[in-house]
């Protein structure tokens, strides 16, 4: 089992940023790969960007050049860096890890872009 904790959503304006964290309950060298996805109103939950666990990192077109994920292992810690957000960058951003086979999913950190 893995707990995860999301935090650092909020409002922001066009052009801002903001980082997003995600506290695992467990080491995240034992995780194999950990993801962040967001959902629109009405919208599906979409990849975001992934991180595995020896370092290889994946964006969503989208966001390449923009984003950035990292993890910080001595804290069980994910995190996405978002520059240069946009209204479309609008939604609930989810964490998840792929930990032994199973994913789980954390609550959830709503961001909102807006003048």
């Known amino acids: 089992q893995v707990q995860l904790v999301e935090s650092g959503g909020g409002l922001v304006q066009p052009g801002g940023s903001l980082r997003l964290s995600c506290a695992a309950s467990t080491s995240i060298f034992s995780i194999y790969s950990v993801a962040w996805y967001r959902q629109a109103p009405g919208k599906q939950r979409d990849l975001v960007a992934a991180?595995?666990?020896?370092?290889?990192?994946h964006y969503a077109d989208s966001v390449k050049g923009r984003f950035t994920i990292s993890r910080d292992n001595a804290k069980n810690t994910v995190y996405l860096q978002m520059n240069s957000l946009k209204p479309e960058d609008t939604a609930v951003y989810y964490c998840?890890?792929?930990?032994?086979?199973?994913?789980?999913w954390g609550q959830g950190t709503q961001v909102t872009v807006s003048s």
């Open positions: 998840k890890a792929v930990y032994y086979s199973a994913n789980y």
């Open positions: 991180i595995t666990s020896g370092g290889s990192t």
